[in-house]
């Protein structure tokens, strides 16, 4: 389904990786989820410019329903009214995200519009850890487009390597889903959770390439697609260790400002 913000500029924030357990006391390598949780909704709701929330997966680590509930109830909370948007991380169950947030401000609504941009959600989640955007969802995406639309994709598994252990766990078919992305010459940005850590990733494309021969021989018309990486509500790898490492930085997110000229701009914030 699609559905229509009006505003111009339209501003979003991207929020990932809760983590959330059962216990509302739950620690996840030594973090307090939900109390990181909590700090970040109550930023969002501090700052009336952002017209709507999209979370980008792993909402639970124990996979618990109770982790579930838990978020919605810190939602409400924090007194959360505009839409949220969502999708399932590897950890989610598809079924019990639409289970639990089946009423406001959640939005189940996988295709956003204004009259200058298309936004997609994108599910990647897999059988494993790692992900996958199917030939279907590919095929669906590529039908969704709107030509006289700029576009912004989001989805939660990471599309490029990003040089810590979490690339084994990235997108598996990379090579299918950029040559999606090589038919067009209107996507602006992608964005991602998993890796746990704010990155900014610029992917040189070449629009209406679609094989890699034509690819090598083409050096006109090729243009950047940044990939925007967003840092986790529960807590942030350590992009330095050959294992799982985890910072002392505290939970943050990003925030999204969409012009109608085209232009997409991006900030951090830490809570």
């Not at 792993?58 to 959360?80: I, K, P």
């Not at 997609?120 to 897999?126: A, E, G, M, P, Y």
């Not at 992917?203 to 990486?229: D, F, M, R």
Request: aromatic share 8%.
């Amino acid at each position: 389904m699609e559905n229509m913000l009006p505003h111009n500029p339209l501003v979003l924030a991207q929020i990932t990786d809760s983590h959330l357990f059962a216990s509302l006391d739950g620690l996840h390598h030594g973090h307090h989820v939900f109390n990181n949780l909590k700090k970040v909704l109550l930023s969002i709701v501090d700052n009336p410019q952002i017209h709507a929330i999209i979370f980008t997966g792993d909402l639970t680590q124990d996979h618990s329903e109770q982790s579930y509930q838990n978020f919605v109830d810190c939602v409400h909370a924090c007194g959360v009214i505009i839409p949220i948007y969502y999708l399932a991380g590897n950890h989610d169950e598809p079924g019990l995200l639409d289970k639990y947030f089946a009423q406001s401000p959640f939005i189940a609504d996988k295709v956003i519009t204004t009259e200058k941009w298309q936004i997609q959600l994108l599910d990647s989640k897999s059988d494993t850890p790692a992900g996958l955007v199917s030939g279907q969802a590919l095929t669906s995406l590529q039908s969704t487009i709107e030509q006289d639309k700029y576009q912004f994709l989001l989805m939660h598994h990471h599309p490029i390597d990003v040089g810590y252990f979490i690339d084994k766990h990235g997108l598996q078919n990379k090579a299918d889903f950029w040559q999606t992305v090589h038919r067009f010459n209107n996507i602006k940005a992608i964005a991602c959770g998993h890796v746990h850590g704010a990155m900014e990733l610029s992917v040189s494309v070449t629009p209406g390439i679609n094989n890699s021969k034509q690819a090598q021989n083409t050096v006109e018309h090729k243009s950047l697609v940044t990939v925007y990486t967003c840092p986790a509500t529960s807590m942030q790898f350590d992009p330095n260790v050959a294992g799982v490492g985890v910072l002392d930085d505290g939970p943050a997110y990003r925030i999204f400002t969409l012009n109608a000229d085209g232009n997409l701009h991006s900030d951090v914030v830490n809570c």
